[in-house]
């Protein structure tokens, strides 16, 4: 894989609102370039705050009040210069995106695309025991991604404060799940399974 660029969102809700967190990496065999924006947002359903933590208040503090707008530009050209993006269940996080850029006239485009929960489904083999039409295995959680690949909470946490140069470290915090889903395609990489 050549250029290419892993992100996650944490989001308002369930259905295209808005995106409260966008963190990504880029790498493009040269470097790696990790970016982190946060969103003022005018409404999180109630969930949501449950899932990520974060309050319309607090989005405005971290955000010092930018909007999706201000950063819009910017997010475009990372986007469309990288040959792939990747995200664990990426139509989610791609439902977001296009919804954050059709608010604002814009149309989200990007060149490929990687589900790493979907593509490593058939490498992890967790027995799906519910049977729910998902075939022999489960899509793996993204715990269980990095449990799988062997990567260690100690080592998600240095990652994310190297890359992100910020200490704060959990799932649902976009700059720990953006790395999670890194460092397993880099390992995955390194070991040829993708």
């Known amino acids: 894989m050549k250029d290419f660029l892993v992100f996650d969102t944490e989001t308002t809700g369930l259905h295209p609102g808005n ?3 966008l963190s990504y990496i880029i790498n493009n065999e040269k470097e790696e370039i990790a970016k982190n924006f946060f969103f003022t947002v005018d409404y ?4 949501a705050k449950r899932v990520h933590g974060f309050t319309e208040e607090k989005l405005i503090e971290l955000s010092g009040g930018s909007t999706f707008k201000d950063f819009l530009p910017e997010i475009e050209e990372d986007f469309k210069r990288v040959d792939t993006i990747i995200a664990h269940n990426i139509n989610f996080d791609l439902r977001f995106l296009k919804a954050e850029f059709e608010n604002y006239g814009k149309e989200f485009n990007y060149n490929n695309s990687m589900c790493s929960m979907r593509r490593f489904t058939d490498i ?3 027995p799906n025991y519910n049977n729910r ?4 295995f489960k899509w793996p959680s993204l ?3 990095t449990k799988f690949m062997g990567i260690k909470r100690k080592d998600l946490v240095k990652e994310t404060k190297r890359l992100f140069k910020d200490p704060r470290s959990k799932f649902h915090d976009a700059r720990y799940d953006t790395v999670a889903v890194y460092l397993s395609i880099i390992k995955a990489l390194d070991q040829k399974l993708i």
């Not at 999180?44 to 969930?47: A, R, S, V, Y």
């Not at 039409?133 to 022999?136: C, D």
Request: hydrophobic letters at 35%.
């Open 44 to 47: 999180i359903e109630p969930g």
């Open 19 to 21: 995106i409260c967190q």
């Open 124 to 126: 992890c083999k967790i």
């Open 143 to 145: 715990f269980e991604l």
């Open 133 to 136: 039409g998902l075939g022999r």
